[in-house]
């Protein structure tokens, strides 16, 4: 299994990046996926999650109407559409994936599967 995540990068406060996380060597729609952030000193966080056919999907409150996730399970590919950015959203940002779906959408020791990390950085 391998996930790829890309996207990252630099930018305003206010601005908009869109993260990607590529799924190989799994059968994609199986699995549900979700977005996590690590800070600098901070412990991993919790961002947002779907379910394996997106009928369900759920955000930490601090990026609700600011964030959407989605995926293609055509593409093995599951996105994260980041608007209104702010400062504090700065952070490594890693996908995960876990085989139907776990127990806690929001409990990082769910999941089975994590890519490599982007770095978002956002200027104030």
């Known amino acids: 299994v391998q996930l790829q995540a890309s996207g990252g990068g630099l930018v305003p406060a206010g601005g908009s990046l869109r993260l990607s996380c590529a799924a190989s060597r799994l059968s994609f729609s199986l699995y549900g996926m979700a977005w996590f952030r690590q800070a600098p000193g901070k412990e991993r966080e919790f961002v947002a999650a779907?379910?394996?056919?997106?009928?369900?999907?759920f955000y930490v409150d601090s990026v609700k109407g600011r964030f959407t996730i989605s995926r293609d399970n055509a593409k093995n590919t599951m996105y994260l559409q980041m608007n209104t950015l702010k400062s504090e959203d700065t952070a490594v940002y890693y996908c995960a994936a876990r085989l139907l779906r776990p127990s806690s959408w929001n409990m990082s020791l769910e999941y089975t599967h994590w890519g490599q990390g982007t770095q978002v950085t956002v200027s104030s």
């Open positions: 779907i379910s394996r056919s997106a009928d369900a999907t």
